[in-house]
T-cell receptor, first 115, second 115 residues
């Protein structure tokens, strides 16, 4: 039973390019969450999605960032026109729909470096 | 809104000794869950232990136990018989029990276990 799969593991982009981060949740999990971790910081919530629905995007920057979780395929976090400040580790997590006592299962993260 | 505070940026402990990592929280939710995660240098987030706010007993998982004091709003992690492999960042987190609550993290405590 594969865990949460994130790819790529490392991503380097030049300023102004687009970054696409992919996340496949655990089998049976229909809730996906994206978090960002800056160096020496904890994880900051970005967005919570269910299939074809954005449930909570209160942590997403208003511009350049978007997320989707289509009916088929992985969840995608997209960052347009990246800037140096976007350099961070981006973690995806998933949980089953069974209730809030369920912890999240995290992927290994994507380390984005903007040069 | 939920807030997690971890006041210890770093802790040192000798192998085989016990260590307590502090966590206090603030929330207006009447019921909630508290979680601890471990992040080793390799970067992945590993779930350790869960405590529900209405659980009568403190949670235990092997060498991990959670010292839950609801009136003080504290949820300290106790690691008994520390091992070298316990050296890592440790994050306390919480989520409310409404349908769409997401996990809020503290800034973490770096634990170093020495031989």
């Amino acid at each position: 039973n594969a865990g949460v799969m994130q790819n790529p593991r490392h991503l380097v982009r030049r300023r102004g390019q687009e970054a696409r981060l992919r996340c496949s949740p655990m089998k049976g999990h229909s809730h996906v969450y994206w978090y960002r971790q800056l160096p020496e910081e904890g994880l900051k919530f970005m967005v919570y999605l269910q299939k074809e629905n954005i449930i909570d995007e209160s942590g997403m920057p208003k511009e350049r960032f978007s997320a989707e979780f289509p009916k088929e395929g992985p969840s995608i976090l997209r960052i347009q026109q990246v800037v140096r400040g976007d350099s961070a580790a981006y973690f995806c997590a998933s949980s089953p729909p069974t209730g809030p006592s369920s912890g999240y299962t995290f992927g290994s993260g994507t380390r984005l470096t903007v040069v | 809104a939920q807030k997690i505070t971890q006041t210890q940026p770093g802790m040192f402990v000798q192998e085989k000794e016990a260590v307590t990592l502090d966590c206090t929280y603030d929330t207006s939710d009447p019921s909630y869950g508290l979680f601890w995660y471990k992040q080793p240098s390799s970067g992945e987030m590993i779930f350790l232990i869960y405590q529900g706010s209405y659980d009568q007993q403190n949670a235990t998982e092997g060498r991990y136990s959670l010292n839950f004091q609801k009136a003080r709003k504290s949820a300290n992690l106790v690691i008994s018989a520390s091992q070298l492999g316990d050296s890592a960042m440790y994050f306390c987190a919480m989520r409310g029990f409404d349908g769409y609550s997401t996990l809020t993290f503290g800034k973490g405590t770096m634990l170093l276990v020495s031989p």
